[in-house]
């Protein structure tokens, strides 16, 4: 096996420089001091250009057409096929990208990711316009860099591999289209929630406390991970054994806290659960964003928010911060995790309008990249929007058009990997809720690691083995589908706000 | 100016690498989970071969000879002649050893630092024999790569570039045989020094704010550097303005949190104060180890050790922990700083035996580089030269010749960069005490900028634009020389243990 000895040299190399940058990230939004900013852009640009140099490799094409014959017949989920497999697809993206029209995308990022924050500061659409021009300009040369069938098609495989256009549309307009009437009943309903628990004193040390309980209980692999503070959450690996998981700690509201965490921790399960052989090779990471994104969901929402988690966590809770849950039983903090008001900023929205913001943006963008809207008429297309699904007004652009940083990092394609992290944690919940018999007791007792062993034996370790569209199939058969996330929505949240003839599709609701 | 443009370009490059290491490293010992260890290493080898690929390149080769003639005609200490000349002896050594070697010394020096992590746990030279035997092995096939006089040259070379042993070795001789009857006359004095307050209680809460307080008021730059806590305390430059300093700190003695923080905080400050031009070059580092080490031992010695310094200082330490300090006088606190006893650890040495511990080393150095000392030999010939420079009787080789990793790391030449930096150190404060004449005025008034903007002007500015022999001269003028240190050791403890006939060499001591 002397090709995929060498194939594993190169890949070895490869992994080590993007990790180096992981942390080099890291670091930054948690450890570095103010003044090391300048010179930490340049550590990042070169370690990101080196490790495209020799993804894009001459020598990296000509190992892999050695090791493809090497490991011709061996089953195809085979550790050996599945490296050749996906590193040839990456290999042959890089290729098609010029160098100078990567540099150029990364020389604007920069300079327009600076002025978006500016403009959103001063809530100035304008100001942000002629950079996000160039943005989107050169996001038409990188996609005409590639074949396809409709132009959003490689902006959307960057995150998504292998997800056509075709197959994302139909399953992100039912999920919006299941998802406004059933937002119309529960604001018909005249139903308040009352989430008043989550808000007051809450001292940051019991909080740090209750974080680190929280993901200790997830499992998290003991001695492979660390929490730190940041302004906006993330996870990263620097290794599978080396998960470094962020948050903010809010002193008046446990949420960010609780749920935030879990959400982060999530992302970090995954990463921990891959597969020890896959170290060090591009393997060595989720299957797309949806597929990230459906863990750390699945993890927050259909866990971190369910009766039976809520209920083990209650005496916790009550202990941590008694002048806050004294008053509240098990019941009364699972709903007030479970409040649902439409609300301007994608961030802050709950699990049914969350996916209203993404459906508008996803709008936005086709119509964006499909030619059919000016960018300058993009905050009254977003206003409008808004209104019709959220129901609300936007009052300037901070709070609209310009609240998020993506499209000023030129990243077309990314948001709807959100919603669809909302629909595989869906399909995956349902898939495990039939083969856990047993899953309601095991989270009312705090037992979390049958869960995160079935996903890990489902999902975790194969990490990007296989085309996310693949391990749908595999894991739940058929293909992407709303309808299990659509049941569980409107089962929850009929529930809580006693909804009419809620239409439960599945057994019942945790 | 292209080629230097080029230069700069390929410089850069192999500086973010480097940096990129370093951060790696310092996460590696403050913030990483141990778990991460495995692939860490192999991000850190990574990162190091790529950078020695690159400043070994022919490329380089080829950009540096078209700097050369660019630069021809400039002054000596221009930045781009500096540039092109340091950087043209960087790359001809870097060119001398062949990979294979490179990486033979690698792999060799973990395999060997692990064993001797074992051998001095369990205090068994026998069982680390073997492995400082294939390290010395690879530590001649390393030399014998450069042409040399003395085959001990191009070890030292690499920590002091320019330095020959035959101008070492003198400089080291005069000072061990300056030390030896002083540290004869301490210990017939009878003097007893009473270093009682050092030890104690001290909450580590206090003792980091002590630590943050002593680092600010160096002064470091503010939001340039930070402070963590490790098991070997270092301090490593991610940037200019990027900072680490480490530490331990000791729940009952004061002297980690106080002097090996300003230790640590004297390597930081030269960094810091390395002209902003020199960012992302090979200049932007120490001019050696031994200039490095002059500036923690300043800080620490000449400084954190002083009458003045700890005048100004003793009022906080009495605030921050009265039930130790409120019955010392500043006297008492100075006195205290300045005990010396001899000890069998060199790392917990005082301001005379420290140099002594490295004279006994840097001979059996030169014994084993010569061939005048079989490996097999070692402890015996360490225990004799213990006996007869410190009066010891070593019990045990964890104790003795297996204290330190440096011979197990392959690092023959680096012991005397230690005492080197005593010399330096000695020589810089008798010339900025001779340009500054408010010196005890301002540090009994905490004011501490004259004497670091006189350092930043004269030393640190400069970084590794000149060999260290060239920088000695343009500060102090003329060369190395042992006498300000023998002097200033013999007038201050002198003054401490009252011995007669003190030949005060430097009009006052502080």
Request: proline share 6%; with cysteine; hydrophobic share 40%.
């Amino acid at each position: 096996m002397a090709a995929i000895d060498d194939l594993r040299t190169l890949l070895g190399e490869i992994s080590d420089l993007g990790r180096a940058r992981s942390l080099l990230s890291w670091d930054e939004w948690t450890q570095m001091p103010p003044r090391g900013a300048r010179v930490r852009a340049e550590q990042l640009s070169t370690l990101s250009r080196l490790r495209h140099e020799r993804l894009s490799s001459d020598e990296l094409g000509r190992v892999l057409d050695r090791a493809r014959s090497e490991v011709e017949g061996q089953p195809y989920d085979s550790f050996e096929t599945s490296l050749v497999r996906m590193t040839t697809r990456e290999w042959e993206k890089a290729r098609r990208v010029p160098a100078d029209l990567r540099a150029e995308i990364t020389r604007q990022t920069s300079i327009s990711e600076h002025a978006w924050d500016e403009a959103k500061r001063a809530s100035d659409f304008k100001a942000f316009l002629p950079h996000l021009e160039r943005v989107t300009e050169l996001a038409r040369r990188y996609l005409e860099c590639f074949e396809f069938d409709h132009p959003y098609d490689p902006l959307l495989d960057d995150y998504e591999p292998g997800m056509k256009t075709a197959e994302l549309r139909p399953v992100l307009e039912e999920l919006r289209d299941g998802l406004r009437p059933l937002l119309a009943e529960i604001a018909a309903s005249g139903t308040e929630v009352d989430n008043s628990c989550l808000y007051g004193d809450f001292p940051l040390e019991a909080q740090e406390r209750l974080a680190h309980e929280v993901l200790e209980g997830m499992p998290l692999e003991p001695d492979s991970w660390r929490l730190d503070e940041t302004v906006h959450p993330f996870a990263t690996g620097i290794g599978i054994s080396d998960l470094r998981i962020t948050t903010r700690f809010v002193p008046d509201y446990i949420g960010a806290a609780l749920w935030a965490v879990i959400h982060e921790g999530g992302h970090a399960t995954y990463q921990n659960g891959i597969d020890r052989e896959l170290e060090r090779t591009p393997l060595c990471q989720s299957a797309s964003l949806g597929f990230d994104e459906s863990q750390s969901r699945l993890w927050e929402n259909w866990v971190g928010r369910s009766r039976p988690y809520l209920t083990h966590l209650h005496p916790r809770l009550a202990e941590l911060f008694p002048a806050q849950f004294a008053g509240v039983d098990p019941e009364g903090l699972y709903r007030a995790a479970c409040n649902i008001r439409p609300s301007l900023i994608r961030i802050e929205a709950d699990e049914i309008t969350y996916n209203l913001h993404i459906a508008l943006r996803f709008e936005l963008e086709l119509q964006i990249v499909e030619g059919r809207l000016e960018l300058e008429e993009l905050p009254e297309a977003w206003n409008a929007l808004v209104a019709d699904y959220l129901g609300l007004d936007v009052p300037d652009d901070a709070h609209g058009v310009l609240q998020d940083i993506h499209w000023a990092s030129g990243s077309f394609g990314y948001f709807p990997t959100y919603s669809l992290g909302n629909v595989i944690a869906g399909q995956l919940w349902e898939t495990a809720r039939a083969e856990l018999p047993d899953l309601d007791a095991q989270l009312t007792a705090g037992e979390m690691h049958p869960l995160r062993d079935w996903l890990a034996g489902r999902v975790y370790r194969h990490g990007g083995k296989f085309l996310p569209a693949e391990l749908v199939d595999r894991v739940c058969g058929g293909s992407l589908d709303p309808a299990p996330l659509l049941a569980y929505l409107r089962e929850r949240f009929g529930e809580i706000y006693r909804l009419e003839a809620a239409e439960t599709a599945t057994p019942s609701v945790s």
